[in-house]
């Protein structure tokens, strides 16, 4: 595929624009490529040491995804998020190098030159979390630099209270509140991740993410517990623009290809 430079949109090999915008009017069926220690894997609440699934080459796990019929993948750089974001650079370039649908990336993201250096190369949008909260302008001067579609912030959610750090640190703020401020800083969409059930593979209550889509008026991807088809069946009865799956599809719980059919695209 080519792309236009900060234009957001691609085109494939028959020179037709591929839809690049998160909206509400979609559900886009997101698989999750985690990485750690350069490989690709799935942790249980994302606590270090319950790595439930290790597969070295995440580029061909991620290549996978793109051949399954994957339009956006989502890329975490785990180690980045727990404050090493060096260590899976390497293997990053490799899995941009290798697909061509557009990724969303985060884990680690820490300056705003860390968001341009990817941005640069390739990356479709970046996923804000610790650095959204600790600096909230930073969003806004990224936006205003290349486009609002580009930047997602990522809302994950502990006991209720935004979390960040590798989910390590919690904050004095629920997601509709840090929603309405990222918000009105130009994100243009929002990761929001049930940390809770994330991994657990015993599904989630969709409770706060519609207080959450009641909050915001920007593109809500959901993240965390999905693990059968009637739970993708459920997010498709509400407004969230996607939903990203990781241990439901690696651990066998469900077909990726079931998935899809829950996928609305305008
Ligand atoms: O699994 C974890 N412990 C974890 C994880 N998956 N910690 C953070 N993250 C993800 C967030 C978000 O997409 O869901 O990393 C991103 C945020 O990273 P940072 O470095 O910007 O806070």
Redesign the pocket.
Known sequence: MLKDNKSSSLKNENNEVVKMVLSKDDMLIIPAV?IKNGKCVQ?VQ?KPGTEQVIIENPEKVAKDWENRGAEVLHI?N?D??FGDSERNAAVISKVLHEVSVPVQL?????TTEDAVKLLDMGVERV?????AVENPENVRILADEFGSERIMV?L?SKDSMVV????TEKTDRTAPQFGNLFEKKGAGGI?F?NVDVEGLLQGFDTQPLIELLEAVKIPVVYSGGVTSIEDVAKLSKTDAAGVVIGSALYRGKMKFEDALKYQKTS
Request: hydrophobic letters at 50%; charged letters at 15%; a neutral charge.
């Open positions: 985690d942790l994302g975490i785990l980045g998020a985060g884990g680690g993201i820490r996923i804000l979390g610790t650095m990522a994950d960040v750090k590798g989910w990761l991740t």
